[in-house]
């Protein structure tokens, strides 16, 4: 007689809906000014909504293995899910690996100081760097596709120490092969973070419109991307700094975030203010030029319970029109967004 039993990992099942009613207001200053106001019902706060299910299991002599499946969720028209997650990771005494499509290190590190989180409203502390493309996918470097993240056991309290690579999609070309690693210390009301990333065969994307390239992927020049945080929470306040700089040979953005986050009872506001330079390039005229690039973030949580908060949200980003001197090559781009948004966790 055959006989057999299977044991399943305990798993959970977790998610948050997020809709806002988002006005977004995009101005660009070309030959005629062009001005075009959307109205829309969709998630904001914290990326949108998703699912997720995730479990483990204890495989003995202190070791335990792990798994995340999550989903990126629409409420809108457009029902079709999103791979945001995927991965499996073993842990023990020797640290641990997670083996999947992940978020990065850099965001992890830029999120972390940022006051509202990782709102989708112009102006966000991330936002001006890490909608660039970098990484093995369209979701880099927000999120790494194919990736591996090996974090080192702990030598020091509060002290962190990861190693990542990605592998690229395109095999014969190496593109999107990365490696990165990834520094930070949390103790007490202080956290401090670095990370730098080289990403083979990656461009650059204009952060005011996506579908813009600032730099092509090239053959000769990595992509690399580096990101400096801080921040210390005084109880009463928390006062965060973030750095960030992607670059493609001449080619870069770098901008630096100050923000601050005051809780008041149920009531949280947080504020962001950022400042940087677009560094484009341009082979025809044989020169480099460097708009400014600024943003502001302004928002409101209020907490109804430990999983349903209502929020608004502003915010702004700006880049300066670039001039030869003489004439106006690209004209300024500003985004000005507001959202008045419910969101639900479980």
Known sequence: MLSFSVTFADVTVYGMIDQAYLKSKKTSDTTNQSTKTTNSITGVQNGGSDIGFKGSEDLGSNTKAEFVYELGISAEKDPTPTNRQAFVS???????????KQYSQAFLNSVHVDPLGATGVAGAVYANILLTGNGGDADGPLRQANGMQYTLPSFAQGLGATLT???????DSKSGDGNGIALNYANGGLYAGLTYDITKKVGITDPTDPLKMIAAASSNDSNKLTTISGGYDMGVANLTINYASVAVG??????????VKVPFGNISFGASISSGTLNVYSNALNKLFSPKINGYQLG???????????????????VAAITNGQAVLVGRAKQNDTAFGLRHSF
Do not use: W
């Open 300 to 318: 409101l949580d209020y907490a109804l319970s430990k999983r349903t908060v209502a929020y608004i949200h502003m915010g702004q980003v700006e």
């Open 90 to 100: 073993i842990s023990g005494d020797g640290g641990s690996l997670k083996v999947g």
């Open 250 to 259: 001449q080619n870069n953005i770098k901008n630096t975030a100050v923000g």
């Open 165 to 171: 690579h990605t592998v690229g999609t395109e095999q």
